[in-house]
């Protein structure tokens, strides 16, 4: 079945630390790519995106995504997390052709002090 | 601050009731999208429109409706509520021919 895959429901890692945020997808044709960030109460602000080109894409915070077609994976990356980075992160997809975005089930990421 | 507009932030109604919920998308962008999320469920697709128009349905139930009007703005109409359809509800918009949404802040619906 066509779905994107979140495996991680909840992360924590301590501040300065590295990141790495996990997403999979299954779809025929390799669909749109995005990231998005939901702080406590807030709505969905656009980290980053992946439509074609080169395979590793920088967005914003200082976030950057890197798309391997062989594992159909969009891993989401941050060197250095700051305490501000803790929210719940959504990968999601426009499949080809459709017009509608499909959300992973979202990560939350938890900062240690 | 994404440019969506959503109102308004908070709802607190009764089973049975009707609301509206209403959004104006970025300026210049004529498709507006609405979105559920809710614990259970996650996050989902419910409708699309562009420029008034219908042009995609994903699982909205019978008693949710929507459009959009003359100026782009749109609403979306839940009726005999259910205990259930409490959620977190999205707007996004997003250019002609652009596959990027940007969201709204939500409306947060509690059905009592």
Known sequence: AQSVTQPDIHITVS?????????NYSYGATPYLFWYVQSPGQGLQLLLKYFSGDTLVQGIKGFEAEFKRSQSSFNLRKPSVHWSDAAE???AVVPRGAQKLVFGQGTRLTINP | DSGVTQTPKHLITA????VTLRCSPRSGDLSVYWYQQSLDQGLQFLIHYYNGEERAKGNILERFSAQQFPDLHSELNLSSLELG???LYFCASSDTGSET????PGTRLLVL
């Open chain 1, 15 to 23: 501040e300065g630390a590295s990141l790495e945020l996990r997403c």
């Open chain 2, 15 to 18: 089973t049975g009731q009707r």
């Open chain 2, 85 to 87: 359809d409490s959620a």
């Open chain 2, 101 to 104: 949404q940007y969201f709204g």
């Open chain 1, 89 to 91: 992160y959504f990968c």
